[in-house]
């Protein structure tokens, strides 16, 4: 089983080729092709390889698949006994990735 754990947008992910992942927003083009360059750890074949902190020999192509919005966070400020409330709603905007191969440069 190939994985690798990368960093993405400040967050370490563990990926594995052909799944699809939710990382923050990117801003690129649905459709196009990204190489990930932040690698921290890569397990293919069973060989195991650690970068101090990344790996310089090793990309991993990734597909922008869609941009959508997450689940809607409700904020609610409100000071007792002074008529003062303020109700506001956020959204987080993410971006989905489709993993498609882990390469070890040599």
Not at 30 to 46: D, E, P, R, S
Request: glycine share 4%.
């Amino acid at each position: 089983m190939d994985y690798a754990i990368i960093e993405v947008s400040g967050k370490q992910l563990w990926v594995e080729p052909k799944k699809f992942y939710l990382v923050d927003n990117l801003p690129l083009k649905v459709g196009t092709k990204v190489y990930l360059k932040k690698i921290l750890l890569v397990n293919k074949a069973n060989k195991l390889e650690c970068g101090l902190p990344y790996l310089p020999n090793v990309k991993i192509l990734a597909k922008i698949v869609k941009h959508c919005s997450g689940k809607k966070t409700i904020v609610y400020k409100m000071k007792p006994k002074k008529k003062y409330r303020k109700k506001i709603g956020f959204r987080p905007k993410f971006t989905r990735l489709r993993i498609e191969t882990i390469e070890i440069l040599t």
